[in-house]
């Protein structure tokens, strides 16, 4: 079985594991136990990750909150700016193509009443940041960009947005989820004030992550959404998951490390793919390819249908595509058609997404397994047999029964 879906999800790196292993049960303390050596040994734990954490990211460790994960972190950065500020402002600023975690939690504040602008993108899946800059009014408290796509690994001009926001004084938070780990991530460089991310988009463990939150210019508070101890300097309450942020430590250390030979060894491996699968005919790249991140590719088969071709070769390999993000239900991807791709190619659309153990002899399996697919759905296509018959399908008109 090939896995190619690492934007879904990463494996936990066996040194991950080993790093967690004993905080299940030789050391089991509450790192806010402060009466005795078990609690002072997950607390050090604690904090020993922390530092890990902010050293990827360039910040001071006090910057740091751990939270379950990026769906977590994007409640409480959106709706915790919105709290907090609410008296400076109700307008929010964000982008349709979004990760739902924030254009949900976004929805949910327009029924509290406030105010969002949902920002177009290109054809390459960019914001124009003069777009942007235009939006901004006089009671605008916050602007969410996420760093890189989910599914087109489309990077955002962040440092334009940053500066953005700098001269108009309005807080930038990024969902930056598939970005850290991967390339440089440094918040503070950027003019970015919050920010999301997660371990196990990034080889740790599931059910951990955090959000940055600028300490100096500007000291940026959030209103917490989970009340109760007074954990992580009372932005989010609840006993720390240890093994998990230890985890979600060593997987920072790790991706600080090895982030620039990782990316370099994917970015070839996924042009690899990439320049194998588009020389099939009637294919296309989505998203901006000179903005990208560098292992993941998005492709729609003209003329195929994305879930059917999935079905040929997914007892060997593990895409996604691009009708599959709401699961049960076969709408086109969102993010697809806010690019402006129409329904039959937002259908016909596989993400490819490598990690840190994909392997070229996988690649090279991968190609042979999703062209065949192709050529065999194309094969059983009366739409495919009038392409090369050359009808103009888009003249043709469907009769709808
Ligand atoms: C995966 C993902 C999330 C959700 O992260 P969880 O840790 O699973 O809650 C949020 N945003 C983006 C961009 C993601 O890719």
């Known amino acids: 079985m ?3 879906d690492n934007n879904s999800t990463t494996p936990c790196d066996p040194r991950v594991v080993e790093a967690m ?9 509450n790192a806010a136990s402060r009466s005795h050596p078990f609690g ?11 530092e890990q954490v902010a050293r990827l990211i360039q910040a001071d460790p006090k910057e740091i909150i751990f939270t379950s994960g990026a769906t977590e972190s994007d409640n409480l950065a959106i709706k915790g700016v919105y709290e907090m500020y609410r008296r400076k402002g109700n307008h929010i600023i964000t982008v349709k193509t979004e990760h739902k975690a924030v254009l949900d939690t976004c929805d949910h504040l327009e029924k509290q009443g406030a105010e969002i602008t949902y920002l177009p993108v290109g054809y390459d899946g960019r914001v124009d940041p003069e777009v942007l800059e235009a939006a901004i009014r006089p009671t605008t408290i916050l602007v969410a960009v996420m760093w890189a796509n989910n599914e087109t690994g489309v990077l955002q001009p962040m440092k334009e947005i940053g500066e953005i926001c700098a001269r108009h004084g309005v807080l930038f938070f990024s969902d930056a989820t598939q970005a850290v780990g991967k390339i440089p991530v440094h918040p503070r460089d950027i003019g970015v004030h919050i920010m999301s991310f997660t371990a196990h988009k990034m080889y740790g463990p599931k059910g951990v992550g955090a959000l940055y939150v600028s300490r100096k210019n500007p000291r940026v508070k959030v209103t917490a959404q989970m009340d109760g101890g007074g954990h992580e300097r009372s932005m989010r309450s609840g006993t720390l998951n240890v093994p998990g942020i230890v985890g979600f430590g060593k997987a920072a250390e790790l991706a600080l490390a090895e982030m620039d030979q990782d990316a370099e060894r994917l970015s070839q491996l996924r042009d690899h793919l990439e320049r194998e699968l588009t020389a099939l005919e009637e294919t296309v790249v989505n998203g901006n ?7 993941v590719t998005n492709i729609s088969f003209k003329h195929v249908e994305g879930e059917g071709l999935m079905m040929t070769f997914n007892q060997n390999v593990a895409v996604s595509s691009g009708s599959a993000c709401t699961s049960a239900s076969l709408e086109p991807s969102y993010v697809l058609v806010s690019m402006g791709l129409g329904d039959d190619l937002a259908h016909s659309s596989l993400r490819l997404s490598l990690g840190r153990f994909t392997t070229r002899e996988e690649i090279d399996e991968a190609i042979r397994l999703i062209g065949n697919g192709v050529n065999h759905m194309r094969e059983l296509s009366p739409i495919w047999e009038m392409y090369k018959e050359g009808v103009d399908l888009s003249s043709v008109e469907w009769s709808e029964h």
């Open 2 to 4: 090939i896995y190619l």
């Open 21 to 29: 292993l004993p905080y299940f049960y030789e050391k089991p303390g």
């Open 40 to 50: 002072w040994v997950a607390e050090e734990a604690v904090d020993y990750a922390r």
């Open 289 to 295: 390819r000179d903005y990208r991140m560098p292992h």
